[in-house]
């Protein structure tokens, strides 16, 4: 019998990834969305037609249109698709944005969490699911320590964060009272080519393409002082399924462990295009935010000696192939998507 997985919020960047991993190793794989319109059916289907084919996908995908905000619906969610593993990634995922919306955040992020632990908990199900919920670095955002691992200070700076830690609690609530088999992945960032410019890598790519193609003169960025551990989404959700295989139930920091700056950044993208940052590159309060994360790197040596997880991208690599990928989206080949 083929494994059945449930992920939320599978029209995102880890969603999409995953799904087509799972898909490759057999699963049957159900994705939910708030809305499941005929343009997202479409996005989810074009990305997975890249690798599968349309047979592949019409016996191993279904979509589904799911609030998780309301705890029936998604009772009856895991009542009905069953799932053997339960991979919650759906929420609202913008630091910036959840200072202007911070109750939704806290819906999106957090009761979503606990109206499907609740779900899973009900369950009369003989096997229970397993469940990973996809967590943030942003818990330490103020903290001062060099490297964070899953022993580190939590300390959460923004309505997004914690939004994050309170789920991450009730896993471990789940975890221990209930003795459900839950687990936070306490991702670092993560990029790919799925990545929106809403996010700075995704915003630096776009620009730099545009920047190449004559479309714009500049690009205009918020908070240059910072840097981040930027991994590869693909070892990330790699990360995630190792951790929903492993023998016992535990939370897992998924970080590369090396530190660059967003100058870092710039420099690794412009240089693809022949072009140097400095030339281009301007700063507005209109991207800053309220509070900023300076610094996040993480310790992921428990995942690496646990579970043997090794991330496989190299950061130079993964910039230059999201500019010629928006190089590509800009001269109109290629969809974000
Ligand atoms: C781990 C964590 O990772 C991600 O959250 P994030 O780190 O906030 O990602 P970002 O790409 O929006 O910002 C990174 C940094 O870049 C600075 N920055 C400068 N100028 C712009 C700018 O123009 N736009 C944006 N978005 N950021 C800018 C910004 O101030 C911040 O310091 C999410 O996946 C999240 O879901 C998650 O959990």
Request: charged share 25%.
């Amino acid at each position: 019998m083929a494994k059945v997985a449930l992920i939320t919020g599978i029209s995102g960047q880890d969603g999409l990834i995953l799904a087509e991993r799972l898909i490759r190793n057999g699963y049957v794989v159900h994705g939910t969305s708030r809305h499941c319109s005929t343009s997202l059916v479409q996005k989810v289907r074009n990305f997975l037609i890249q690798q599968h084919s349309t047979e592949e996908i019409d016996q191993q995908l279904r979509l589904i249109e799911s609030s998780l905000l309301n705890a029936e619906a998604a009772k009856k969610l895991i009542d009905e698709v069953a799932p053997d593993e339960i991979y919650h990634l759906a929420g609202q995922s913008r630091v910036g944005r959840s200072f202007e919306i911070p109750v939704e955040t806290f819906e999106a992020n957090t009761q979503s969490t606990l109206n499907l632990l609740e779900a899973v908990r009900k369950s009369t199900s003989d096997h229970k699911p397993r469940f990973l919920l996809a967590g943030s670095a942003e818990i330490f955002g103020g903290s001062d320590e060099a490297l964070l691992s899953e022993t580190s200070r939590y300390a959460p700076r923004s309505p997004y964060a914690a939004s994050k830690l309170s789920a991450q609690m009730l896993v471990e609530t789940y975890r221990e009272s209930y003795k459900l088999f839950a687990c936070t992945a306490i991702l670092f960032n993560h990029e790919s080519l799925l990545r929106t410019p809403e996010f700075v890598t995704g915003k630096i790519a776009q620009g730099v393409a545009r920047i190449a193609l004559g479309l714009d003169q500049k690009l205009v960025l918020g908070n240059l002082n910072i840097g981040r551990d930027w991994g590869d989404a693909s070892d990330t959700v790699e990360a995630m399924r190792l951790i929903l295989s492993a023998s016992h139930p535990e939370d897992f920091v998924v970080a590369t462990g090396t530190w660059r700056s967003l100058t870092d950044f710039l420099d690794a993208a412009f240089r693809v295009v022949g072009l140097n940052w400095h030339d281009y590159v301007e700063t507005s309060s209109e991207f800053l935010r309220p509070v900023d994360t300076p610094r996040l790197v993480g310790d992921a040596s428990k995942l690496r000696s646990k579970l043997g997880w090794k991330p496989r991208s190299e950061f130079t690599e993964m910039v230059e192939q999201m500019v010629r990928h928006y190089l590509q989206v800009e001269r109109g080949t290629a969809s974000i998507e």
